[in-house]
Each structure stands twice: as C-alpha cells, then as structure tokens.
C-alpha cells in the first residue's frame, strides 16, 4: 500500500477506489460476524464462492464478508446488492439457488425472505423488516456493506475524512469544542460528558498522555462493542487518532477481551493497513502529528471494565480498582493523563467530526443525546442489536423492536445496564431510554445490557444470579464490596431455597447500603438488582418467605412436579425420557412420580404431550396422594 502524505493524496486515493467500484455490479455481502459464523456462515461464504465458480461467475459477482447488521438470531443473514435483497438463516445448500434465481435470472427466493409471523407477508428488503424499520442505524448502518478486513471499502465511504479535517482545518481546542457542542456522553455505562474528561486531560501539566479504547465487555448477553470491532474497526481507530489530537496524546491503547479472537484479529489488522497508508505513526498525512497504538488482550476479568482497573491491568500487573480522588483523566496509565472512553463512544466521535454536532444533537433527547445501541436478548421474539435514538420508550424498543414476547407470555420486566443494572417493571414500560431516566428508576443504561423476561423469571432468583455473577467478579480488594455482596448471595440463597425468613428483606436493603462505600462501580452499583425487585416485585419476595412459594413456579427447592391422573393417557412419554427414573407407569397404567428420586429438572413436563397437559408444576402445596395401584388402570 502506497503511504499517503498529504489530504489531497487521500482524497486522490479514495476517488481511485470508488472508481473502480461499479454500483450496478451484483455484490454478495455476508455477514461474517462472531454469531453469524457460530451459525455456519463460513461455509455459506465458502460455498458461493464455489457456486459462482461454478457459473463462471466470479469476475461478474463480488462477494465478501461483513459486519454484523445486527438481527443475530435469524443467522447468516444474506444481502444482494444492488437489489438490497435480504435473505435469512441461509444456509449452504440455499447457495445454488440464490445463485441460480437471484443472480442470474433476478428472481427472489421467497422462502428465504422475513415473513411476518402475524400477517404472513413477506418483506424483499432489510428496511422493510420492523427489527430494522424502527431503529435508527447511525452506527451500525454500513456493518453490512463494509468488508470488515478491506480498508479501501472504508475509505470508499468517506472513511479517515473526519481525520484529515481535524488535521488541517481545526485546532485541537475546535475538536474539543465540537465534542462539548454534541454533548456526548461515555457510552460505556458512567454516561459521562466525553468532553469533559478531554479537557482535563489536555489541561494537565504532564506532557505524556494516553487515549484508550475500553472492549472489555463483560456483560452478560452483551456484544455491542464487539461486533463494532469486528464489524467497522477503523472507524474506532479513527476516532481514537481524532481524540489523540484534541488531547494532545501520542499513544494509544485498545483493551479488548482475549475472548474476542475475531475482533482482536480485525482491530490489529486495521491497525496495520492504517500505519501502511500514513493514519498512523509518524507525520499522519504530512501534518507533522505522531501517534502510535497498541492492542492489550485483557484476561476476561469483569472488573478490568472499571477504569482505574483497566489502566491498572495495561502496566502489568493485577486488574484492581484504585481510589479515584485523583481522576484517571489527571493521573491515569503510570501516572499519566488518560482518556479512556469505550468502543461506540470513539465510533460516535468520528462521526460528530464528519457531520456535525448539530447532526448528532438531532438524535436524542437534551440530556442524552444521539443513538445508543443495545444488545436485546432474554425473552424476546427478535434478538439481536438494536440501535435507536435516546429518548425511546422502553415500550417501544421491545414492542416494535424486539416483537414482543414469544409462546403468548407476559411481560414481567426488563433488566438494562449489565448485571449492575436493575429490573424494571411493565408499569414503567414507557420510561423514556436515556442516561437519567434509567437512574431515577433504579437501574442504569450502563454499556447497553437489556435482558427481558416473561412470567416464567422469579425475581429473587434473577437477583440471586446477577449478585451471584458480581460475587465471582469482585476483585476482593475493598471490603464492603467482598463482603457486601457475598453476605447478599446468601440471604437470597436462602429466600431462593425456601429458608426464608422475616427480616431478610431488610437486611438486603442494609448490605446494599454497605457496598456504597465500595472503590468502584462494580461495588457500588452491585445492589441495583436487588433493590430494583425489592421495590418493584416485593411481593414475591414475601411469598418466597411467608408462604415458602415461588409464584413464578421457578424455584426447584419450591416445586414439584404432579401427573394429573384424570388427563393421563399412559402415553409413556415421561416414562421413557425421565433421566432420574422417577416415573412409574407402564402400558394402560397411570403414571405416577416418585418425589424422592424426582430431581425437577421439568423434562416429563417439555414430553408430555400438548394435548394430554398431564404434567403440571406445582408450588407451595403438598405433594398429592400417589394412585393406589388397583385404580391406575386406565379404562
């Protein structure tokens, strides 16, 4: 690759690229993300290279490898251009046919299509699919246009423009104007202003000063980050560069998870395609600006999210959490200033620069401003990455959005911000999704974590396992978080276990106050999960412990499994699929379950036939009579 030296070589470059690009030419994009490729997505690349091949097509056809767009659950997800056809869940031997129908003869392979569960009407284009139609894609929009390794489909859409600009036409103290104009808040979970700590930083006296990329995202059921790293990772390099200028730093650092191979992989290859091409290293496009970044694979500690930790596990040495009297911003990686701001935070950045603050403050509310991407999992009919404008009700991100509940469930509620964060009620399912709103709720946004929940979750339990989570990530080093949440595991162990007793709840509430004086987030926001089911589901935290129930029929301890005699058909299904061998039955007898062998696992409950509904579960009643032999024939 040819350096290039000066921002007319670049815009030079860049018009070589795009006009070699036909945009009449049939190109076939695949997204090549983590899930995708969980689901086969290799092979469907490897086979249409082999269709077209076949056809003699491979100089008449593109193919490549994308970023993930963001429907995961409906993987590999296929888009034809320049139709913009969108085809799903295919799979390799769909590939003859899309070669065949689509490429060849324009025909559309309906079968692969989005059909709409309720109408049964099918949608030709990603646009027309309500997971897409109702977000808002600022970010996540090119993830499926861009070949995630080429960096010339990056340049071809403008990319390492916004840096040239701030290069040549603005002073870093412009940059930083143009971030405090967005009012662009961290991203990362803190929501705190990103101009702020970039002014700190640059207003401190030691010359040596650090940018870094926080991607140690440790959430459970999160991969927001990660699939922007996979996905479009010079946009995050260019936005590091760009903060690197307005604070004054010539090194950089990007944290990210050992667990991700695939964005560890296409990160260290920008940033090598971009040092080859002069964006990074010494003199970037002749402006006489050096900077130089590095990739730090961090050991899978959730703490090491923290940013003190962070900075702490980049020297060497053990991930912990330190006082922050003195901020990071000030005194940071070896005691020097340090603006750590996490991935979608620096995508944002770049695109601030390119199309404004006025742009980005269109999007949002006055006090959160832009789009926010979140990972929606749990139970919900559409999975995936969702990026909306701040400001959308919770309503309508699972309504519209994620489809609703699946199996006609209920709602019952939505946990947002990571296992910090904290559970909220259907009542409040029009709560407008920005920073302070979630905070006054009792939860948070944090780095985008939103997990839904049907009328099968028991809340205690739901708390149980997030502290549970915190428990083992806790660093150990400060004792109301060590020992805070440890103490909290176990009363609501025992609440889980039907040991219950009164007062349990409000010691909850006193361990939780405890933890505040923890040294970081983790201990500090570790009561969230708790005190949002205590004030929002304490009712079942009192059955749990007045009535030894568990209303949501979830808690083994609590429950037991029954076969109904009128409504068995000594069909055998329980009988033969029971792993412990605790039914007893046999042909024409009624089945019977043996409690003390029965280890709940709910498997003659999946078996038993819909039509039958003989197995029942059962909470805080005593186990029926079983069926004297003489009367278990079944007539």
Known sequence: MTRLSSPEKLECARKDIVSRI???????????????????????????KTELEFHGLTTEVNTKGTGCPGFCERGPIVMIYPEGICYLKVKPEDVPEIVSHTIKEKKVVDRLLYEDPATGTRALRESDIPFYKNQQRNILSENLRLDSKSMDDYLAIGGYSALSKVLFQMTPEDVMGEIKKSNLRGRGGGG???????????????????????????????FMDRALIEGNPHSILEGLI????????????????????????????????????????????????????KVHMGAGAFVCGESSALMTALEGRAGEPRPKYIHTAVKGVW???????????????????????????SYGTAGSTGTKIFSLVG???????????????????????????PGGKKFKAVQTG????????????????????????GSMMGSGGMIVMDEDTCMVDIARYFIDF???????????CREGIRQMLAVLTRITVGKGKEGDIEL??????????????????????????????????????????CPALSCKEMIAFHIDPEKCKACGSCFRQCPAEAIQGGKKLIHIIDQEKCTKCGTCLDVCPSRFGAVRKISGEPVPAPVPEDKRAIA
């Open 22 to 48: 036909d945009p009449t030419k049939p190109c076939i994009s695949v997204c090549a993300g983590a899930g995708c490729l969980a689901s086969g997505a290799a092979e469907v690349i490897a086979a249409f």
């Open 192 to 222: 705190f202003p990103a101009w702020r700590k970039w002014e700190e930083s640059r207003n401190a006296p030691d010359p040596i000063k650090y940018v870094i990329v926080n991607a140690d995202e440790g959430d459970p059921g999160a």
């Open 242 to 293: 760009i903060g690197a200028y307005a604070v004054g730093a010539h090194e950089g650092f990007i944290y990210v998870r050992q667990e991700y191979p695939l964005a560890v992989e296409n990160i260290n290859l920008a940033i090598r395609q971009a040092s080859e091409r002069g964006f990074v290293g010494k003199d970037i496009l002749g402006s006489g600006f050096d900077f130089t970044v």
């Open 335 to 361: 005691d020097h200033p340090s603006v750590l701001n996490n991935v979608e935070t620096w995508a944002n950045v770049t695109q601030i620069i390119t199309k404004g603050a006025d742009w980005f403050t």
């Open 379 to 405: 139970k919900i009919t559409n999975t995936g990455l969702v990026e909306v404008p701040m400001g959308v009700t919770l309503r309508d991100i699972i309504t519209k959005v994620g489809g609703g509940i």
């Open 418 to 441: 990571g296992p910090s964060g904290g559970c909220i009620p259907e009542a409040m399912l029009d709560l407008p999704v920005d920073f302070d709103e979630l905070t006054k709720a």
């Open 470 to 480: 915190l428990k083992d990530e806790s660093c150990g080093k400060c004792t109301p």
């Open 508 to 549: 909850l509430e006193e361990l939780a106050e405890s933890t505040g004086a923890a040294l970081c987030a983790l201990g500090k926001s570790a009561p969230n999960p708790v005190l949002s089911t205590i004030r929002y589901f304490r009712d079942e935290y009192e059955a749990h412990i007045r009535e030894k129930k």
